[in-house]
């Protein structure tokens, strides 16, 4: 049995290779080993044990790391301690191969504890583009992985561009996307199961959801942000879903503006989730009228189930889309200008730019047979 | 004025970029910060404090984090503990830019830390393939980096090719190679400045040198290699000049090849230094035979002094070379053949592929001047 | 001039010495290096850098380590960062003597960074009992310590009966009470100065001050023990100035109580501050009719000052008191008998328990003479 | 069954509870996690790993953390990151009790990550005085301590003193004792099991056991000690087993020193180990005519034995001992003539002041049957 170990460091992470996990877990010939760390472990950001418990998921050790985010020191600190300690779990459990998932600043800590002990590093969701300096984590994390599950095939050429081997790049799809195929129509009541605050918007009616999280490097402007984004929303006077921001530098900014424009606009026809299980989530992404934010899911997920999405700034701005994305700055007006422009439209066709729904399986049958020579790894293709 | 943060790791990344301290030292526009950490603060891989209170090169900050070579976690724990601490360091004293050298593994600890902390990146010598797992690190650290010093034209087309954008990517020829610009004839006397162990063979009659590291992916092989090469050079029985090697994984093993040779071997007509002033190593390189091992010295700059080089094994594999270089497995008959093949040609012209001896003040006018626009650098070009 | 090196964990630790600060500043043999980490960078619990400012106090390193405080490993882990920066700080700058206060979990960081480098350490507040974890924190320094300048006869006493030497323990009195003695009348607008929110009480009417902070060790009933608190409080309706908890495990608990109490009770007659600067909190605390919580203020301080206290709960169950205080447990009922009984007796006597104001000059005093043979600190007494 | 989590740090604190790790093991009530870190991983410091699995003993974690000891800092980052480190250990694991030994400085990590996750911690050898820098870090422990196993009568009446209460505090003896009771007579051969180098001593006649650690506050003068003591035993020409020392700060300058002793006498007849399983030393320990240097060991075992025990320097001066020390300052001519008088003297009585040989046992038991509410351990006695 090969032992496969995962580390999850956010909960944006974990929806995105949940069907990866799944299919290790059931594979005959696979180990699976979860290690839950970062911002993945603190509820107010997603804590995503009770999730991994309810699907049996086992998880192997959890490595609380998530320094206080108002440092600016916070995500290096954050990283530096998750080098540490993955090192250790490593030492002591030897897994055969280390799988790290997409571009957060903390995956990179994933690559370089698994590279400096000579554990080959499999890598999802490598070679894209969102031009922000996520890319440059991505990209970072691409150059010391030895196996690539790319979502697109523009991403697999990119990585054979830069002189990757053919053998060490595979097309796969985005795990992301088979939870999407997987998706049950609107059958439950969130406000009862995730709690949350605000207004209970009927969701069998027109609704939004609402997701921006902080921009890295635009982090002293989260507030402005945030605000005209909820100035473009209450003018627009529609209910909705809102989520909290993940923990970025910033998220201290975007969570002030929305708890001040809360107290500000008492009757806001919004409610707000901290998190959800993905399978949840994709229900009401199916269900509702318009995405709206920076989120990667208004891209990805939304590019294959057709709903409106309004990507706002430039946290996603270099990132493969399809047809359904309308791309915004982020100011009141703008805002509000792209959302009534896709209610006008409504939904879109359906594209597979980011796969076909079975990624995780082709990547837990990838796991399981390909041939792991370290060293021939090693050597330029 | 600018402040420049050079973070140390290593002796050998110190002799690389030495003209390049003293270059931005000297420069009225640009403050220099030095901080030194890792096996550069060790003793026994060759403390570099005294060359730099000798050169009046200041020290901002001494970060001693280097764990105990012997545990396979080790450099991962000393990769994070830099990222913890050089954090720290920038927070405190808020550098313009971060400037980091070649491909240790520590090396990208200074990286991840300045990416966190939206502080510009300089890489020196990125873009170039030795064919080791050291590739991995330094293009993860291009990929991180804003801004790239690159060492030959190749590595600046290389880099291009990955779609850096061209402003970003600057040849200035190779810092280490100014060393053996400036390089005066033999004049000194290492026995008893450097002390060392071993006979003391007279310089002036021909002699080789021998710089062997161990390859960190073939960590349980660094005693069979390094015997290997004491058998070859014991066959020859030449005198020579041993350096030791570093601190990387399977160092203890080579240490201990040595040792264990030398007490079989009391005659053995070589002298072992653990480190010396780059000048002087200069000195003795342009005065010696032929240099035998896997140190990139033999390969840079022997291309420009014209020295006959033996290169073993896969350290240097794809590492761009002139004519000087000769390789081979890590096999007693094959080194043995290799250095007399060398012995009998004798001296090589010199080539200027590592660049022309000016790179220092190239990288310093480059770092007074170059607008630092970092949001516009995270961009892809 | 002897280098004294303060390390400041918390907003509450930094009121505590804030005279011993400005009198090592003042010294005309002494050099005063801070360095400010842990809770006291963090906004959100008091970022005592703007009061550093203010005062013209140098600030020799910020040295951020807080961990989320959701996760039951943060103070550990905050524990241990700070551990190893510490080093590196003195390392670096090489303190004569390191200073550290009272029974913080995070200070006792500062004692083992202190000792494993040979630095002499001196502890203020050694010597107390407040029959909480507090005391095996505080008890752990003292045994570690060189030094040792205590707030009571009592604490001088106890040290001497553990077996340390007379010369090495100091009573000085408490520094927190220097600050009383320095106090001003209330002649500030505390909600235009440091903003906050709820009810802004006119504080030339009676009023009540509350601090209550988690127990580390009940740290499961925080949410509790804060809404019987808040209850009673609310029974009384009588206006007051409330303070949010500190970092301690827990302090979600506090703070959750706290905010879900003021959502379901807008007029609640109390105004919510984050911190203010010592001077201020003195002149609010010297005018309130009593105050209630679990803070040692209203103990050390207020037997200074006379104010009634009502001390809730565990937390400092084994302080020395003098008369302004009593105690009760953490119900509703009790909590609200208690105040009564308080408002219904009005000021105390005041009495020097804690000192007499001068415990900051007293220890410049004895820093910049005592003299430091390490080898002899070591020996037993 | 109650989780029993032991944390070992290095081959000297392994002798020590060996016992009490067998009865733990071997315990109905029982189960025992061993966490094995520090020094105790590192080969040339006695990695313990094989005589753990020899006994058959389990290893829950290793993690390594051992700084290279050059540095100043090395001590301190150990520690701080074993605290980090532990601190994840404890939350995946959830031990019942964490048993801490003696007085290293590493040891403390121990008790510090177990009190700030609210575990009970047991401790070893406390109340003991050593007369150096051990002692306030064993009674730092003791302070943090929860429950206390004593060696000595006059330990446990040292804690009582402190305001431990009784309940808490065990005399049980020395677990290292209980080693001496199951000796064997002298029946292997250490070189072929061993290795080590140097003269192959005929253990039949007379020879002496050398066991000299580096003084941690001493450490500058640690190589001129080591010489003075090596050109005592020169002087003597009597053959011997020397132990090389261990890891503490120091060690460096005995290794030196010895090696270069060695390099000038290549006819001492002495054997050098770097370890040896504990069964097997005190074979050689009860067969020697005397033991020379600073290791406890002499005062302890020593004392069960009846073994002469020359005792240097200040490294146990407090130490309680037996009638078979003699002490002497770190000159060659005391130190010689220490010896000649113990080997003039021959054995000693046995006496049973640390011990009587059952303290694994009783100390399991205590651990099976102590009723632990954390709370109450937290009040005063």
Redesign the interface.
Known sequence: MRKICVVITARASYSRIKTVLTAIHAHPKLALQIIVTGSA????YGNIIPYLEAENLPVS?????????????????T??????????F???HRPDVVVTVADR?ET??T???A????IPLAHIQGGE?T???D???R??????ADLHFVATENARARLM??GLSPQKVHYTGCPSIDLVFQHKDYDFNPYEIYGGVGSQPDLNDPYLIVLQHPV???KGHSKWQINNTLHAIAALNMPGIWFWPNADPGTAGTAQGIRAFRDQHPDFPFHFFKNMESGHFIQLLKNCACIVGNSSVGIRECSALGIPAVNIGSRQ??RERGPNVVNCIPDTEAILSAIKRQLAHGRYPQVTLYGKGDAGEHIAGHLATIPFI??KH???A
């Not at 050790?61 to 600190?77: M, R």
């Not at 590279?115 to 000579?118: A, D, S």
């Open positions: 472990l603190v509820d107010r050790a959890v490595i609380p790391n998530l320094l206080d985010v108002e440092s600016d020191t916070a995500s290096a600190k990283t530096g301690l998750a080098v540490i300690e993955l090192a250790t490593f030492a002591n600043f990179i800590a690559a370089i504890a590279v400096n002990m000579n583009i031009g922000n300096i890319d440059r984590i990209n970072s994390i691409s150059q010391l561009y830069w890295t490097t635009e701005l270099g370290l060293k090693l050597l330029p």
